[in-house]
């Protein structure tokens, strides 16, 4: 019924960039918080970035001063720009948010990942 794609994962030397998007669809009511979670190999998965409705950002202690997120309510899509890359960036990138359907309240949803591969 929801479903969450993302988009623009891939290979990255150290030091570049990426931008990854990540578009909700379906019988979508409202969208309040919209985030990126990444989980590397051996480790647990952690918070990378998170946006409510209105705007207000959280960022993991790993990203700050590199990531930015950011969304666009019309499109439901939420992006997070990844600046100066390093190889423990390596991960796969999730995409969360907390949708509202017809008959029913806030509830979490996942994307199936996009592999984000730093290396030279």
């Known amino acids: 019924q929801v479903q969450l794609v993302e988009s623009g994962g891939g290979l990255v030397q150290p030091g570049g960039s990426l931008n990854v998007a990540c578009a909700a669809s379906?019988?979508?009511?409202?969208?309040?918080?919209m985030g990126w979670y990444r989980q590397g190999p051996g480790n647990q998965r952690e918070l990378a970035a998170r946006?409510?409705?209105?705007?207000?950002?959280h960022y993991g202690d790993s990203v700050k001063g590199r990531f930015t997120i950011s969304r666009d309510n019309a499109k439901n899509t939420v992006y997070l720009q990844m600046n100066s890359l390093r190889a423990e960036d390596t991960a796969v990138y999730y995409c969360?948010?907390?949708?509202?359907?017809?008959?029913?309240?806030?509830?979490?949803?996942w994307g199936q990942g996009t592999q984000v591969t730093v290396s030279s």
């Open positions: 969360n948010a907390e949708v509202q359907t017809e008959g029913s309240w806030y509830r979490p949803y």
């Open positions: 379906g019988s979508i009511s409202s969208i309040n918080d």
């Open positions: 946006i409510t409705r209105g705007g207000i950002t």
